[in-house]
T-cell receptor, first 116, second 117 residues
């Protein structure tokens, strides 16, 4: 079954610290993609970073990096030097084939709170 | 516009009423998606359009849900005879291209929060 698991319902981090949000996935596909989205209280899903299954290097986008461990089927998001504006829900998602069609499958999310 | 827009942002309906939710994708985006997000959950796929063609509607929970994109741009998600379990945020997303060997990121709108009383 195609599934994303985020085991941390909530995390609290001090401002300026680094934070790692966990994501594990389950798929039998050889080709797949992993996404991280941020959802602030306004509700909009904001794309952060993408990792393809064949990408050998971990993806990075500014303060965001994706720690991709293919053998362990994990794709953790690392945010360096956290800021108050990073407080939001974070969703890990996988592009997967379900019933012959490509879909985005989301995890249940992690609520990140940055404390001043 | 610069991003995906949705209207209305909030909708309260009495059980049994019909509702229509609108999505304006980013100009030029071929692919359009609808998701349903229950409180405290991640979004769940409802349906997918490529231009005006509805290529996948496997996520629509019942035949009360209907989506269209007649001119390959604006899309409407219609829910007939709403029920309390339909209460959720409905998110629309668009992408330059989705399928084959090309998968661009999906850009999401702010969502429509539907409350069925």
């Amino acid at each position: 079954a195609q599934k994303i698991t985020q085991t941390q319902p909530g995390m609290f981090v001090q401002e300026k610290e680094a934070v790692t949000l966990d994501c594990t996935y389950d798929t039998s596909d050889q080709s797949y993609g992993l996404f991280w989205y941020k959802q602030p209280s306004s509700g909009e899903m904001i794309f952060l970073i993408y990792q393809g299954s064949y990408d050998e290097q971990n993806a990075t986008e500014g303060r965001y990096s994706l720690n991709f461990q293919k053998a362990r089927k994990s794709a953790n998001l690392v945010i360096s030097a956290s800021q108050l504006g990073d407080s939001a829900m974070y969703f890990c998602a996988m592009r997967a084939i379900i019933q012959g069609a490509q879909k985005l499958v989301f995890g249940q999310g992690t609520r990140l709170t940055i404390n001043p | 516009g610069a991003g995906v827009s949705q209207s209305p942002r909030y909708k309260v309906a009495k059980r049994g009423q019909d509702v229509a939710l609108r999505c304006d994708p980013i100009s030029g985006h071929v692919s359009l998606f609808w998701y349903q997000q229950a409180l405290g959950q991640g979004p769940e796929f409802l349906t997918y359009f490529q231009n005006e063609a509805q290529l996948d509607k496997s996520g629509l929970p019942s035949d009360r849900f209907f989506a269209e994109r007649p001119e390959g741009s604006v899309s409407t998600l219609k829910i007939q005879r709403t029920q309390q379990e339909d209460s959720a945020v409905y998110l629309c997303a668009s992408s330059q291209r989705w399928g084959g060997l090309i998968y661009n990121e999906q850009f999401f709108g702010p969502g429509t929060r539907l409350t069925v009383l």
